[in-house]
């Protein structure tokens, strides 16, 4: 880019993709014509001076909406920048006092006065209420006295048919002495368009592009740095429509997808083939407490074994999620920490060292704030792909790398900002869409590990870990009819299935135990071998 590019003579730009004259003029319009036909968007790079005039304490008014073509409207706030000083009043100073509510200049409340009012600590003790000259003006000039502490401005208003003072409703500010109504605002502008067909014969214009939002009289003046670019890549952008699928397109299988909620959650499944139905639920909820008496069912003319859990487990089992961003990889770096993860002690563990169960596809997330110029309170997910780059605060969430990890987080809903802030296009409300993967705030998290108070994806898997170290594995002989094995085969929750707890009396004790595994089942057998883990009370 030339830093002063001439009116009249063209410049040469890097990166503008005009392979054989794809950009062109034609017929004094710029116009992009592809050598075969493709689909793709373009990104504008807009930098403008726009006059303006203040509205309201976190907007103004200027050029701010934009068109771009057929269904490529662009409308967002011009935030106002300016600081209210209500909050550091001083004394010796001077303000601009603006009182939004009131009409424009050619249209004023008829004959209504305002008035600021604030106190002042005298030397003995007291406060003294002061007041400055009444004005009718949207915007004036008001002095503070020099010398005492002052504190508490407030605004009152007198209308033309009334000799009293009240305080005013109307939302007003106290701005820096030299700030106006009106001046101007540099604005700069990222945006892209949706992908579209263009070929040879259907080319791309830019003759139809014009600004709008402002009010009469107001000028614009476009600055150097304006550029135009084609979007080759695929990625979604303001105008797509998007599926599942889309969301979704990580290559990952449906098996994969579930294997990650599983590993969350501690999921079980039953799959009822005759109602052709498939349940999930936590195995906390999944298993049942009714109790069924297994106790004259045991072949005692067949041995009974009893063996320690964790034959195939370490003495050190961790839950974490997959790798691969480049945010919270920083993170685990600056905090020498793997964020997320979980580990537990297995006591009866055959194998030294740790076993990692890690998510097939999942990566945590880390939200900031200070990210977004009108709503710096909004606490946004970053995202990063390369987790050997040590990204500035808010720098990987705005890569324009888009091919990141796949994320799990939780919706939080609109989320309300503090006064003065304001979310952007489309919404231009005073909220934002919340999302987070680990929001101690809301005493919610997608942690396997307990996190800032807030209880983690552990709690899924304790009644495991506590199994592991006090549970034990009885291998027994037990007899069977056809009847049992479908009600294990196709379980209801109200017989003998396999979520239910079994009593058995093994050397003259009895114990309770889950059913784990039927084997070698034969209907003329006398019993058949069953695997049992006997659970902690």
Known sequence: ENPTPSATTPETQEDTFTNEGCFQLDDRRVAFIPTAPIHLGFRYRLRYTSDYRIVSRTELKGFNTIYLGEHATRTFPLTNQFPDRRDTFRPARTYTLAIFENPKPENPKTGQQYQLRYTRQTP??????????????????????????????????????????????????????????????????????????????????????????AEPGMTLTLRDGTMLQPIFYAQPTEGSTLTFRDVCAHNVSRMDFIAALRQMFNLCF??????????????????????????????????????????????????RYAGGDGAVARFDRTNATTFGSWSAQVDNASLTGTSTWQNPIFTPSINATGLYLGAPSASLVQVGTDPFVDYAPGESYLTEDLNFAPKIVRYHGMTPLPAGELWGWPLAEAAYPKLSFHDPAAGQTLCFEDRDGCTGLNRFWQRDVRTWNEGRRITARVALTPADIESLTFPTGHGADFRALYRLLIDGEECLCRLEEVRDYTPDAPSTTCVFIKTPL
Not at 139 to 162: C, H, I, K, Y
Not at 192 to 201: L, Q, S, V
Not at 281 to 298: G, I, Q, S
């Open 124 to 213: 003995e003790g007291p406060t003294t209420e002061q007041t400055t000259p009444p004005t009718t003006d949207r915007f004036s000039t008001v002095t503070v006295e020099s010398g005492l502490p002052v504190a508490n401005p407030t605004l009152w208003q007198r209308p033309s048919d009334s000799q009293t003072w009240q305080p005013c409703p109307d939302d007003w500010a106290l701005y820096d002495g030299f700030i106006k109504e009106t001046g101007t605002v540099d604005v700069e502008l990222n945006l892209r368009t949706a992908p579209e067909r263009i070929t040879r014969g259907e080319p791309k214009f830019f003759d139809d592009i014009w600004f709008g939002g």
């Open 270 to 319: 039953i799959t009822d083939s005759r109602a052709r139905v498939v349940r999930i639920e936590p195995a906390d909820t999944f298993y049942t407490n009714r109790v069924v008496d297994w106790t004259d069912r045991l072949d005692l003319g067949r041995p009974v074994t009893v063996q320690e859990l964790g034959n195939d487990l370490a003495r050190t089992m961790t839950w």
